[in-house]
Structures are given as structure tokens and as C-alpha cells.
């Protein structure tokens, strides 16, 4: 098998430096979406892909946060699709690179065909939840991008995965996140988000029989559960590390940044669902999100002298 050219360390750096812009892009839209949402502004612009059919919004506050929203995702797709196109010239030996950078690529496109179709739907609940999934996705993708993009792999290496204890709990706890995610999307997309006036428990009771106040207080059980679960993993990647790498950091950040968005929540409630602290809330799970994410593409992504137990042709 012929060995293709390494990429110039120029390369090297471009890569990584277009990934970490395009997750800040990325995470800063995922926020915005929740401001859309927090605010009200959905149908800032009720039409698609222009507002109010011309490409400068009108001055009004609900239109020029949907179209903020608009243009970052549209700013996202470009650093992404420079990406992918990066990836495939002159990382095409990489499967770690090629496969979540070009993966995102097709996401961005699908997240655009959903953002145009919520509008079109007038807000249908669950378009936005797919989108907010999507979004979520594509991070995740970026992720894997940024932890391969920093050490080098032989040029005719495959794209092999350590199964393992570790790797498996991490993935669970990816899932595990991402439901609690797309949970919260449900029950803000069924009107129920603002349900429960107090905390810990909704108006005294840990499962009120009503089926707003239910919904609420099953998204508050399921982030107790998942904090532990994430706890568990995060804890246990800090007690392997021998000295404070990456992962250990990020670890530590996972933790932070869930008990944070804990007490944000506990906040907004007793706030009165104020945009400002719902928008907070949301921001704060992409945050979560992302340093397990990148948990879990340490834990995955083979170094050049690692020599992983399972191989994927």
C-alpha cells in the first residue's frame, strides 16, 4: 500500500485551529437557539431563508435575534464545510478526521433543512427538538475532529476503537446526556417547561399526578440520575490520571459545569423562568455536553503508538 504525504505542519495547525472556531461557533449557536427560544422570537422572521423577504431584517427585537441565530448557523456551515474539505485532501488516510469532519458536514445541512422547516411549521415541537439534536450532533462530531487533529497517526492506519470499560461507561454517559438533552427540549416543546413554580419539588410533591407538573419533575429525577451516572465516570477518569493532563481537566469541567447547571435551573425557577436564566440553562448543557464529548474522543481516538483491541475496516 502507498503511503501519502504527511500534511505540512501549517496544515497541521490550520486544521486545528478551524475546528476550535467552528465548536466556539458551534456551542455560541446552540446558545442562541435558546434565546430564540427563551425569548419567543421563533417567528422573529416568518419566512425562510430571508426575513420578511429581504436579507436585512427588520429593527425589531424578535427579528434580529432569529436572524442572529440564522447567520451564525450560516457562518457554522461555511467553517465546517472548509473543514470537510480539508479533511478529504489532505486527511483522506485519517478515518478519525475524514469521518466526523465530512459527518458534520451533512448535519449542518440537515440542521439547516430543519431550522427552515420549524419556521414553515409555525414552531412544531418536535422539528425543534430534531434540530437541537442535531446541533448537539454536529458538536460532538467537531470534538472528535479537535482530539484527532492533535497527534499524528501513520498514514495507513484504520480507524480502530478500544473497547473497554472506560469507553463503555463514557459512551453511556454520552447517551445517557444527550436523552436529559432532547428531554428538556420535549417538555419546553409541550409547554411544560415552566410547569413547577418551586425546587426541589413541584409544589411539595416528588411526582405530582397532574400531566404538566409530571413532565417537569421527570426532567428533574432524570438529571439527578444522569449527574450520577456522569459523576461516576468523571470521577473515575480523575482517579486514573497519574498527573493533571487534558483529561483529567475535562473530567473535572464535566463535573463543574453539571452542578452548575443544577443551581442555574434551581435559579430560574425560583426567578420565575426569566429568558435571561432559561437562556443560561440551556448554554450551560452544551458546555457539559462538549467536555464529555471531548471525554470521550480522548478515550476513543487512538494515538500513533496506542494499539487498540477491535479495528473497523
Known sequence: MIKREQPSTNTQKSLHGLVIIAIVVA???VTLGGVVRATGSGLGCPDWPLCYGSIIPPLSSAALIEYSH????SVLGILIFGLAIISL?????DRWIVIPATSAA???IVAGVLGGLTVVTELEWWLRLLHLGVAEMIICCLAIVFVASRHKRDNNSKMSVSINRPSTLLILSVLSLFGLILYGSYMVGQGYGTSCGTWPLCDGSILPFREPYLVHMLHRIMAVLVGIVISIVAISCICREEQWSLKRWLAGAVIF??????????ITVWGGFTPLMKSVHLSLATMVWLSLSLLLALQLVPRADDSPKMTIN
Not at 440564522?70 to 448557523?73: I, L, N, V, Y
Not at 485532501?89 to 488516510?93: E, K, N, W
Not at 459545569?257 to 434551581?266: C, E, K, P, R, S
Open 27 to 29: 456551542v455560541g449557536q
Open 70 to 73: 440564522r447567520f451564525s448557523g
Open 106 to 108: 451533512v448535519l449542518v
Open 257 to 266: 459545569l453539571f452542578i452548575t447547571q443544577g443551581v442555574v435551573g434551581a
Open 89 to 93: 485532501l489532505r486527511y483522506s488516510f
